[in-house]
């Protein structure tokens, strides 16, 4: 019984599958299930590749955000800049008249000029502007300092961007930090 | 005359090998919805976070490496036996190879289970890769460790019946299926030597107090050098199916058997030198090392692509013998009620979409997106958890009548069963894809932390988690669908009724005439296989052991 030789026999290999598939073919209900099973994938995939674009496209999509990279805890605020400026920690909690926002940051002045680094206004999830913030005090070539800026958001906004300026002798550079999500208390 | 007829006593062999395979898939998908429901927060109680990794232990060993070895073994004797139409030439020795790898499995599978209950004085929470530094008692690894020296004793009783036949028959060709079963079985000759090593030279000794301690990276390199070539003797036995057996079932016959030649020696000689794509993330291999073997990977696309086109001629020429029409119309004319054809093709689909997946996995700057991510089992639950899977199960039901003498029974459960795999498959490894992609680690029983939120790019994480486990639950409705049709056959009256299936298969329209007769010289291939390896794996294994065998962090680190 190999399969190299054809042999008469060989072409009874067609009836045979006919015969093999006729037992099965009583259960034609089982038909429908093919074009359902298929286009349940079609489905899924489109909705994905769909998503992925609008996520990546659409609007508020990463793109249209103030800057490239969202900073979470633990992250660089400016990695523009050769200075450090961390994002030690970040929290919300909530209180009586919304919710309120603490980003604990530490910086380093790696420059040889005075440097100061100023947190500016929060803009929502929703796109509202939350004043407040907190600059330092001049910090000297090679030192460090820390500090903690609050802010009070409505109770439904969650914290998308913040204001930074950090100026080095007398240059100031501005820019929006975009922020990753932010642990709930 | 049915196979169960003309060999019963390899008949039996098969038999056997299959109900160890089957016993794995059922206990495997059980704990496989357990982990997805513990994974996902739905249910925690049934065990701790810690006992998770045994219970991942026990689904990886039980699926990737107990369910395919063992089918692969019983699907090979049958292709093997019937192909040349002759016996195992000793059916104690036969039988002797099945024993050790069932008592392998038994001793790791116990090892395993001592991890979670207290009786018993093992553990093993080492995951199917088993790497150091993670240590397993030496139960574990020993009983590895006969699983697979009992299966190279099933690859030489293939090629010993191989050598009876071709003294009987010095001028014709292999048959296919011998010549497909045989190849694969080299390839794994050839790939489960590093694993030996790893196994036998560094981690039984190690785990038993022998030597104090191993080189991470050079038994990593060595798994992988295993783990990749590993994916192959998966894959191979199901494209025997598709090649040898899958164009009967869809009306006609294989389009072209030179063709589906030399994609198995393509395999044999590509499949083991690639195996660094999956250490991208290991510091200590250079990244000029990393950059060759992802070439050679996807030189591996190739022989995947012919097969592709190979399976769905050889499709389309059944459907039109079937009266099917139309660019596409032909397809309406297969017999979609018959799950062996049905499971077959839906798996050759999964796989082509799997495909994709592997090409991102492969690329060596991409691969660091979704490196140990959920993505990762969301990739190849497709692969070897369908394409493989689905594919045995499928065949399954054309070939238990053939070694039971029995007629298939609860045909209805058969015929819904590969629809319920594919599509409760569609949406967990959609929903692991997607999970993986917002950086939630794979193999972590609480992925979830205080300060970090993963950031899915659609839908919330909680959507994807109760995707997540609709899926696993269809999954395992299918396995019990498949479980229960092959009970009640096995149960059922031999010769009772007839069996609506025989064991005969059309030539290829394009036969082996059309070919070299070097493509049937294994020696050839495998001196062209292991020259390949030397090239490939000869100088970073030197590098690794030039400061001492057992030295960790020998390796020189690239700057
Ligand atoms: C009932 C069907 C199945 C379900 C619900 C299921 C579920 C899962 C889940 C949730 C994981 C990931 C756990 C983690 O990374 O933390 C996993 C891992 C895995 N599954 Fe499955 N699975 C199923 C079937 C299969 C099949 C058929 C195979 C192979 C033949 C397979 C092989 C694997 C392997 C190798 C792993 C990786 C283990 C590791 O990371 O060490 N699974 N499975
Ligand atoms: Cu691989």
């Not at chain 2, 008592?103 to 890769?129: D, E, K, R």
Request: charged residues 15%.
């Amino acid at each position: 019984m190999t399969e190299h030789a054809p042999t008469p026999s060989d072409d009874a290999g067609d009836g045979d599958a006919a015969t093999e598939n006729d037992v099965w073919s009583r259960r034609s209900f089982v038909r429908y299930l093919a074009p359902v099973s298929i286009a349940i994938p079609i489905v899924v995939e489109t909705e994905t590749l769909v998503g992925l674009l609008q996520n990546d496209f659409g609007e508020n999509s990463a793109w249209t955000q103030p800057t490239g990279v969202s900073v979470g805890i633990g992250g660089d605020l400016r990695p523009d800049l050769n200075t450090r400026e961390k994002l030690q920690n970040a929290a919300l909690e909530a209180v009586e008249d919304g919710r309120r926002l603490t980003l604990a940051v530490a910086v380093r002045n790696t420059t040889d000029a005075p440097y100061r680094l100023a947190l500016g206004a929060v803009t929502t999830d929703g796109g509202e502007t939350v004043e407040g913030g907190y600059t330092t005090d001049p910090v000297a070539p090679g030192e460090t300092t820390s500090f903690t800026a609050e802010y009070v958001l409505p109770a439904d906004a969650t914290p998308a961007s913040v204001e930074t300026t950090v100026t080095i002798g007398n240059q100031p550079s501005e820019r929006t930090v975009q922020l990753a999500p932010v642990p709930t208390q | 005359m049915t196979y169960v007829d003309d060999f019963p006593g390899e008949a039996r062999v098969v038999r056997t090998a299959f109900a160890v395979a089957f016993a794995s898939i059922g206990l495997g998908g059980a704990l496989g919805v357990l982990q997805a429901l513990f994974r996902t927060g739905y249910s925690r109680s049934l065990f701790s976070a810690v006992d998770y990794y045994s219970v991942l232990t026990a689904h990886g060993v039980l699926m990737a490496l107990v369910f395919t070895t063992f089918f692969i073994v019983g699907l090979f004797a049958w292709g093997v036996t019937r192909s040349l139409d002759t016996g195992f030439r000793d059916l104690r020795f036969t039988w002797g190879w099945l024993a050790l790898m069932t008592l392998g499995t038994l001793l790791a599978f116990v090892s395993i289970l001592g991890g979670i209950v207290g009786f018993i004085p093992t553990h093993a929470a080492v995951l199917y890769t088993f790497y150091a530094p993670l240590e397993a008692s030496p139960t574990f690894y020993l009983g590895l460790a006969l699983l697979v020296v009992g299966s190279w004793g099933a690859g030489v009783d293939y090629v010993l019946t191989l050598r009876d036949w071709r003294a009987d028959n010095p001028d014709e060709r292999i048959p296919l299926q011998t010549f497909m079963a045989v190849s694969t079985m080299l390839l794994w000759f050839v790939c489960t030597l590093g694993v030996a090593v790893e196994v036998v030279v560094f981690l039984l000794p190690w785990s038993l107090g022998l030597i104090p301690r191993v080189d991470p990276l050079l038994t990593r390199t060595l798994f992988w050098y295993f783990g990749h070539a590993v994916v192959y003797f998966w894959l191979l036995p199901a494209y025997f199916v598709w090649y040898t057996i899958f164009p009967k079932l869809s009306g006609g016959r294989l389009f072209s058997d030179p063709l589906a030649r030399v994609v198995f020696v393509l395999f044999l000689v590509l499949s083991t030198p690639v195996g660094v794509h999956h250490q991208y993330g290991d510091p200590g291999l250079s990244q000029g090392l990393k950059f060759v073997q992802m070439t050679s990977t996807y030189f591996i696309l190739l022989p995947s692509l012919l097969t592709a086109f190979t399976v769905v001629a050889s499709m389309e020429h059944g459907a039109r013998q079937r009266g099917g029409e139309g660019r596409f119309g032909w397809l309406r004319a297969l017999p979609w009620e018959n799950p062996s054809f049905s499971g077959i093709a839906l798996a050759g689909l999964a796989f082509a979409a799997s495909g994709f997946g592997g090409m991102v996995n492969a690329g060596l700057n991409v691969n660091a997106l979704v490196h140990n991510t959920m993505w990762v089992p969301g990739h190849f639950h497709l692969t070897v958890g369908t394409a493989v899977a689905l594919t045995f199960m499928a065949i399954t039901y054309w070939l238990l009548p053939q070694l039971t003498g029995k007629r298939l029974r609860l045909r209805t459960l058969a015929a819904v069963q590969p629809y319920l795999w594919f599509v409760g498959m569609v949406f967990m490894s959609n929903a692991m894809h997607r999970i993986g992609l917002a950086g939630v680690p794979r193999r972590t029983s609480e992925p979830q932390y205080e300060q970090v939120i993963f950031n899915t790019p659609i839908a919330s994480i909680g959507e994807l988690h109760l995707q997540t486990v609709g899926g696993a639950f269809l999954l395992f409705a299918s396995l019990l669908c498949f479980l229960a049709v092959v009970g009640s056959t096995w149960l059922g009256e031999r010769g009772a009724k007839p069996l609506a299936v025989n064991g005969h298969i059309p030539s290829a329209l394009s036969g082996p005439e059309h070919s070299p007769r070097v493509l049937d010289d294994f020696r050839v291939w495998v001196a062209l296989t292991v020259l390949l390896l030397l090239i490939a794996y000869g100088p970073p294994l030197a590098a690794m052991v030039q400061n001492g065998l057992f030295a960790p962090g020998s390796a020189p680190i690239p700057a």
